[in-house]
């Protein structure tokens, strides 16, 4: 695969980037959530009780905001990568507050494919691994349900014949 | 045989070769009930309820106290509590605790709902002998016994003497750890113990209990002069809290020992209840040394850990023990640490500090800031105001994680962190050199993988429960 990850720490490795489905599927729930704030918006001119200036403002500002996350949504998802090295798995994200996590496979205690409403109408799920400590971060959505399968699976093997005591 | 009344030497021994210890009485089969006096502790123990029902009913019923209040004493005084210890008596009659034929604690109770309790020792957790506040006014103590899988349930022997219950908690481990021989109870080399002055000390020269008490002096004082009573409550509410902590754990920590045995570090505090913990050397994951500001007149310095959880325990932590040592100089905390990390050496470390660049990140603590690593663990430095080095052996590295905010980016800064179990500690090397950061990153995962490959150190007793949860 050709190495679009966006990311700032290195790896030897190639990462394998997640799929552009979770673009759009992240696109579509900050939608979902701008109901709300149009609805807001709406019930804010139809009361009448402030100035039409209030209004106004803060649907100049939810637009804003609006395309700034739209094209946010973009580059984050481009910056979701994961490299699977010989005694561990790397995964990396984040734009602004970027993030690397490398975790043994000998520690991985359980390894966890969801998907949300929105996440199976696209076709992606998101794999989760989990280890003793709480802060272990090492999420990658975005996978392909067969990608996401054969990823847990692969986990799941080398976890158990590497795993360790606590 | 006697089946009641003075102890019989020929059901004792099991033909096994010790006692089973006890003053209770014993009958024809060497089953033992717990001590007599049991009632009356039960029954003496409900009192205070009684008190606090009659304070609760004296504030609301004001003035009329007269016959009803009467009734209401007797009630509380002595119906209750006549009760409760007619009800333990009946539970005394029926509660029966012996090692049976295969090797296993026995114990059978119920007055109406008859109950087997079977505890296997090769699955033993551990055996705890505490004192409730009223037991300990009669010398009495209880056992508990947890065993691995039973999430939660524990089974309570309530009362023996003090020494039964530490002589059959020796037994018990004795035989748990496969030595069947009788046994006194592990000796115990003590290390250390907490002056009551010095503790109660330094839990009011904390940082947060030293600014939430400046901080209400200070609302008094100004409450004083506008003449407001607005600013009094608010006092009293920030002044309180602070107060209310610092009793607190005066009562949990008070007379903390720390002692060395066989089976571990063992720990026992507390005014109200004195609690023993064992700390395994295996099982502790992260210890971090914190020095307050206005503790570093006095040298002392506090040290928390992060233990990991036994197998059948929650992950809520409610049993986990997160202070090795309250209060401590440097030398006690090294001293103590050095029985949970034996190859450690804190003061020996190379520190590699972060560069001078994170001045402009962090202006506080960023001469503080740094890391460093041995054969055996990685420690982190941060804290101007209140210093802390945490340290992590590189068999308990769970993962490792590299994160860049949007400042330390603009400076070529990123962090670096060694998870751990859920605990107090974090391990966390603050505005590094990012390519360094990177590198300690990757070097920490390889020397993790080295050092669980050698690890031997979970295996300290001879038998490890099955169900080792990772």
């Known amino acids: 695969m050709t190495d679009k990850v966006n990311t700032a720490f290195t790896s030897e490795d190639p990462w394998t980037p997640v799929s552009p489905k979770l673009v759009t599927a992240r696109r579509i729930t900050l939608a979902l959530a701008y109901v709300l704030v149009v609805a807001g918006i709406v019930i804010l001119v139809v009361a009448d009780r402030v100035p039409t200036w209030v209004p106004v403002a803060v649907a100049v500002a939810a637009v804003v905001v609006f395309e700034w996350l739209w094209w946010l949504i973009g580059r984050r998802v481009r910056s979701f990568g994961y490299s699977e090295r010989g005694d561990d798995l790397l995964v990396t994200s984040g734009i602004m507050f970027r993030r690397l996590v490398i975790v043994p496979y000998g520690r991985m205690q359980l390894v966890d494919v969801k998907a949300g409403p929105i996440d199976r109408w696209f076709g992606i799920t998101t794999v989760q691994l989990h280890t003793a400590a709480a802060t272990t971060d090492a999420s990658i959505p975005g996978l392909l349900p067969d990608v996401a399968a054969d990823l847990r699976d692969r986990l799941a093997r080398r976890g158990e014949q590497r795993s360790a005591g606590l | ?470």
Do not use: C
Not at chain 2, 428 to 441: I, K, P, T, Y
């Open chain 2, 1 to 470: 045989m006697p089946a009641s009344g003075s102890p019989s030497s020929i059901g004792d021994d099991f033909g096994l070769g010790f006692q089973l210890p006890g003053t209770g009485t014993v009958d024809e089969q060497g089953r033992r009930r717990v001590h007599p006096i049991t009632p009356l502790v039960h029954g003496a123990s409900a009192m205070p309820i009684g008190i606090f029902i009659v304070i609760v009913m004296g504030i609301g019923s004001g003035a009329a106290f007269g016959l009803a209040g009467a009734a209401l004493f007797v009630v509380a005084f002595v119906v209750l509590p006549v009760v409760v210890a007619g009800w333990s008596y009946l539970v005394w009659r029926n509660l029966w605790y012996w090692f049976d034929a295969d090797g296993d604690f026995r114990v059978d109770s119920g007055v109406v709902t008859k109950q087997e309790r079977r505890v296997q020792l090769s699955r033993l957790q551990s055996v705890d002998v505490a004192q409730p506040l009223i037991a300990r006014l009669f010398s009495m103590a209880e056992l508990t016994v947890e065993v691995a899988g039973a999430e939660g349930s524990k089974l309570k022997l309530q009362f023996l003497t003090l020494e039964d219950a530490r002589a059959l908690r020796a037994t018990i481990l004795a035989r748990a750890a496969g030595l069947r021989h009788d046994t006194t109870e592990a000796p115990e080399a003590a290390i250390t113990a907490v002056a009551p002055r010095d503790l109660a000390v330094s839990l009011l020269l904390r940082s947060s209990t030293a600014f939430l008490l400046l901080l209400s002096i200070a609302i008094l004082t100004v409450s004083f002069l506008t003449g407001g009573i607005g600013g009094l409550l608010v006092a009293l509410v920030t002044g309180g809290i602070p107060i209310l902590m610092v009793v607190s754990e005066f009562i949990k920590y008070f007379n903390f020992t720390v002692s060395e045995s066989p089976d571990g570090l063992r720990l026992r505090f507390g005014l109200a209840k004195t609690e023993a913990r064992t700390v395994p050397p295996g099982r502790v994951q992260a210890i971090e040394y914190v020095e307050p500001l206005l503790w570093r007149r006095q040298g002392w310095v506090r040290v928390r850990v992060n233990i990991a959880g036994m197998g059948g325990q929650d992950r809520q932590g409610n049993k986990e023990e997160t202070l090795l040592l309250p209060v401590g100089t440097m030398d006690v905390a090294h001293a103590v640490v050095a029985r949970v990390f034996p190859d450690v050496d804190v003061e020996a470390l190379e520190w590699r500090p972060a560069p001078r660049r994170s001045r402009r990140r962090s202006f506080i603590q960023w001469s503080r800031l740094a890391v460093a690593w041995d054969d055996t663990v990685l420690a982190a430095r941060s804290g101007r105001v209140t210093r802390r080095v945490s340290v992590i052996p590189h068999a308990r590295t769970q993962s490792v994680r590299l994160t860049q905010g949007p400042w330390e980016r603009s400076l070529q800064l990123a962090s670096m962190h060694v998870d751990t179990t859920p605990g107090p500690v974090k391990v966390s090397a603050l505005h590094l050199d990012a390519s360094f950061a990177d590198q300690v990153a990757h070097e920490q995962v390889t020397r993790a993988l080295h050092a669980r490959a050698a690890d031997r150190s979970t295996r300290w007793a001879a038998d490890e429960p099955p169900d080792d949860q990772a």
